[in-house]
Nanobody, 115 residues
Framework: QVQLVESGGGLVQPGGSLRLSCAAS????????MGWYRQAPGKEREFVAS???????NYADSGKGRFTISRPNAKNTVYLQMNSLKPDDTAVYYC?????????WGQGTQVTVSS
């Protein structure tokens, strides 16, 4: 079992930055991959970025060049640095953790990009 708690969301102007954090507790040494997804109103949840315990990183096209995922020392916290934010980035951002074969989700943190 893994528990995930996100933080760092908020209201930011277009062009601004935010850093989201996700702290994992429980069976953290069994985590294979941690990642971020987002869900905007009226839309399906979509992939944002992921990082494996071996450091392999993937980004959705929407965030390439603007978002950076990190998981220092493959420990229990994963970060998502988001720069040059756009109104289209407005969504609830969810952290997830893969412990094969199970996937765990956090409760989400709201990111609103608006002037």
């Amino acid at each position: 079992q893994v528990q995930l708690v996100e933080s760092g969301g908020g209201l930011v102007q277009p062009g601004g930055s935010l850093r989201l954090s996700c702290a994992a507790s429980g069976s953290i040494f069994s985590i294979n991959t941690m990642g971020w997804y987002r869900q905007a109103p009226g839309k399906e949840r979509e992939f944002v970025a992921s990082i494996t315990s071996g450091g392999i990183i993937n980004y959705a096209d929407s965030g390439k060049g603007r978002f950076t995922i990190s998981r220092p020392n493959a420990k229990n916290t994963v970060y998502l640095q988001m720069n040059s934010l756009k109104p289209d980035d407005t969504a609830v951002y969810y952290c997830n953790a893969l412990l094969i074969p199970n996937v765990y989700w956090g409760q989400g943190t709201q990111v609103t990009v608006s002037s």
